[in-house]
């Protein structure tokens, strides 16, 4: 069963922040947030990831609930290199894999 | 190497044959993973290895599918008698620290006809 919601689709301009949204109100309280994204014939990359607080790094930010019922990560400017497929994935920081779903397809335009 | 490398980029069976794909790892990364994508949908996990052992191999669908990792580095999926519902991208990728900030590789797209 998916522990995330995710959109299937956004748009987003170029040079505008992209918000993708993300729904995991069954979150329990060893569980992380993951985010990864995928680029069109490239294996998924690597984001960022949360477990209570804020984060932010040099290519994003994520920003929890404090209920951490929801996330939403932050592409401050978007390019058209951000197009990509983005995943939201919940796990425990002991488990041994992660279970995407289809995550949201972002469309950065001109 | 910089990243991790999969051979081939693409392969091409027939129905019943044996395949191997192979993952090279970034040179340190004691954790590596194999996932599986079918078109439209996000990976799934087969298997994880920890050094030269695999931890959980609870995603591998039947034991047609098997994956070595004999010296802790590289690591060999195989899969017998294939079908073709095997046809995927199959994704190996390797972390430094146990399950956060996996690096992939870009995956060995496998078509059976």
């Known amino acids: 069963d998916a522990k995330t919601t995710q959109p299937p689709s956004m748009d987003c301009a170029e040079g505008r922040a992209a918000n993708l949204p993300c729904n995991h109100s069954?979150?329990?309280?060893?569980?992380?947030v993951y985010w990864y994204r995928q680029i069109h014939s490239q294996g998924p990359q690597y984001i960022i990831h949360?477990?209570?607080n804020n984060e932010t790094n040099e290519m994003a930010s994520l920003i929890i609930t404090e209920d951490r019922k929801s996330s939403t990560l932050i592409l401050p400017h978007a390019t058209l290199r951000d197009t990509a497929v983005y995943y939201c994935i919940v796990e425990a920081g002991t488990a041994s894999k992660l279970t995407f779903g289809t995550g949201t397809r972002l469309q950065v335009t001109l | 190497g910089a990243g991790v490398s999969q051979t081939p980029s693409n392969k091409v069976t027939e129905k019943g044959k044996y395949v191997e794909l192979r993952c090279d790892p970034i040179?340190?990364?004691?954790?590596l993973y194999w996932y599986r994508q079918s078109l439209g949908q996000g990976p799934e996990f087969l298997i994880y290895?920890?050094?030269?052992?695999?931890?959980?191999d609870s995603g591998l669908p039947n034991d047609r599918f098997f994956a070595v990792r004999p010296e802790g580095s590289v690591s060999t999926l195989k899969i017998q008698r294939t079908e073709r519902g095997d046809s995927a991208v199959y994704l190996c990728?390797?972390?430094?620290?146990?399950?956060?900030?996996?690096?992939f590789g870009s995956g060995t797209r496998l078509t059976v006809v």
């Open positions: 290895f920890q050094g030269t052992g695999a931890a959980d």
């Open positions: 990728a390797s972390s430094l620290v146990d399950r956060i900030g996996y690096t």
């Open positions: 949360g477990l209570k």
């Open positions: 069954t979150i329990s309280g060893n569980e992380y």
């Open positions: 040179s340190g990364h004691t954790a």
